[in-house]
Nanobody, 125 residues
Framework: QVQLVESGGGLVQAGGSLRLSCVAS????????MGWFRQAPGKDREFVAH????????DYADSVKGRFTISRDNAKNTAYLQMNSLKPEDTAVYYC??????????????????WGQGTQVTVSS
């Protein structure tokens, strides 16, 4: 059974940084695309970033480009989201997800097979 467990969320002041981690188990991590999404209260879940199975292809939402960095360590079955220059509008529950759909864009929740439970990120002004 596939499990994704996020950690690293918390409360931070605007301009600060956080690093989220997502540890995966249950199938061969290195074969799958990993993505990060977020959901603020009253809003739809939105794409943040995704990374190909090898780590060679990355993509970001325009709202986080230049501030967030997605990465992965296939030896540790872990994906990361480094978040710098955080803004109050980044406040949300952040979810990692895993996809076997190699021909999808990776930008929609339906592109992913499995999800973590989420970790809260709160940015104060």
């Amino acid at each position: 059974q596939v499990q994704l467990v996020e950690s690293g969320g918390g409360l931070v002041q605007a301009g600060g940084s956080l690093r989220l981690s997502c540890v995966a188990s249950g199938r061969t991590f290195a074969r799958y695309v990993m993505g990060w999404f977020r959901q603020a209260p009253g809003k739809d879940r939105e794409f943040v970033a995704h990374i190909s199975s090898s780590g060679g292809t990355l993509d970001y939402a325009d709202s986080v480009k230049g501030r967030f960095t997605i990465s992965r360590d296939n030896a540790k079955n872990t994906a990361y989201l480094q978040m710098n220059s955080l803004k109050p509008e980044d406040t949300a529950v952040y979810y990692c997800a895993q996809s076997s759909q190699i021909y999808s864009s990776g930008k929609f929740p339906g592109d992913y097979d499995y999800w973590g439970q989420g970790t809260q990120v709160t940015v104060s002004s």
